[in-house]
């Protein structure tokens, strides 16, 4: 696009635009967006950081519509715990009536501190069953296949 205006650019000037206004362009974009429904799938799954073994937190709608992602470096309550917190503060989510995890112990203390704090709904079921996040499962591997044609992360920050 640039060179048909006639611009020089390098790569990494566009690299740098994309980190100074991609947050922008989501916060403003992402009200408009189709609203989630109020069952959510959440499941975490492996990924390669600069040769070790980081966890990608990913929740999904019962659609399939992706809710929210982030990356941690440790698979416990702790980071459980705020992956829920960043799913529950944007304000484009409705409040889950329900979630579906798999059998990670990691979920239920989570979720259940935060009922406390009064971060989610006491309302708020939470559903501990491998079968029902199968929707999620089977999209982890078109996120592998990303991660590898990208030839994987090299930094925690920009993975």
């Keep these: ?74 698979r416990d309550a702790r980071a459980a715990k705020r992956f829920f917190r960043k799913i529950l503060k944007a304000a484009s989510h409705s409040s889950p009536r329900v979630i579906n995890v798999d059998k990670n112990p990691a979920y239920p203390p989570a979720v259940e501190q935060l009922k406390e704090e009064g971060t989610l709904p006491n309302r708020t079921q939470l559903r501990q069953c491998k079968y029902l996040n199968n929707l999620i499962e089977q999209d982890h591997r078109f996120i592998k296949r990303r991660v590898t044609l990208g030839l994987g992360f090299f930094r925690f920050n920009t993975a």
């Design 1 to 74: 696009m640039m060179n048909e205006r006639g611009l020089s650019l390098d790569h990494t000037t566009i690299y740098r635009w994309v980190q100074a206004y991609a947050p922008e362009l989501e916060k403003r974009i992402r009200p408009h967006l189709r609203l989630n429904t109020d069952s959510y799938r959440v499941d975490e799954t492996y990924v390669k950081v600069k040769g070790q073994w980081k966890y990608l937190y990913r929740a999904v709608d019962s659609t399939g519509q992706t809710i929210d992602f982030m990356l941690s470096a440790k």
